[in-house]
């Protein structure tokens, strides 16, 4: 399973990373007014530019890691609903944020140690 997840990132990173480059590059002037301003579409397309920049972070970093600490837990391992309690539990999104990523840093380093222990 951590093959496969890994030969998925790898396999569909360009795609990825080029369909969401192109989309908030042709949003930014839009966005930010570069070469005239309306004021009903400028902060539509800055949330949209933001939140693809977020959900292409998300897509290809926390729900890999998710995925892969999830399999940890099933065998043994009760980090990954300790850190999804947390989540739905913090009041703010720059908390949610942060304990997102100190999840996938965690899931990154679990996942390093399975790999030198002796296969499941």
């Known amino acids: 399973m951590r093959e496969a997840i890994m030969q998925a990132g790898k ?3 360009r795609a990825v990373l080029l369909t969401a480059a192109t989309t908030i ?7 930010y007014g570069w070469g005239g301003s309306d004021p009903f579409v400028a902060p ?5 530019a933001w939140g693809l920049i977020f959900a292409t972070v998300i897509t290809l970093y926390i ?3 998710i995925i892969a600490v999830g399999m ?3 065998s043994g ?3 990954a609903m300790i850190f999804l309690i947390l989540v739905f539990l913090l009041p703010s999104i720059f908390a949610k944020v942060i304990c997102l990523l100190l ?3 965690l ?9 030198h222990a002796e296969p499941i």
């Open 11 to 13: 396999r569909r990173l």
């Open 25 to 31: 590059m042709g949003l930014l002037p839009t966005a």
């Open 44 to 48: 539509m397309a800055l949330s949209l």
């Open 77 to 79: 391992l009760f980090l």
């Open 103 to 105: 999840f996938a840093a």
């Open 72 to 74: 940890l837990w099933v």
């Open 63 to 65: 729900i890999p890691s």
């Open 107 to 115: 899931s990154f380093l679990l996942l390093r140690k399975a790999r």
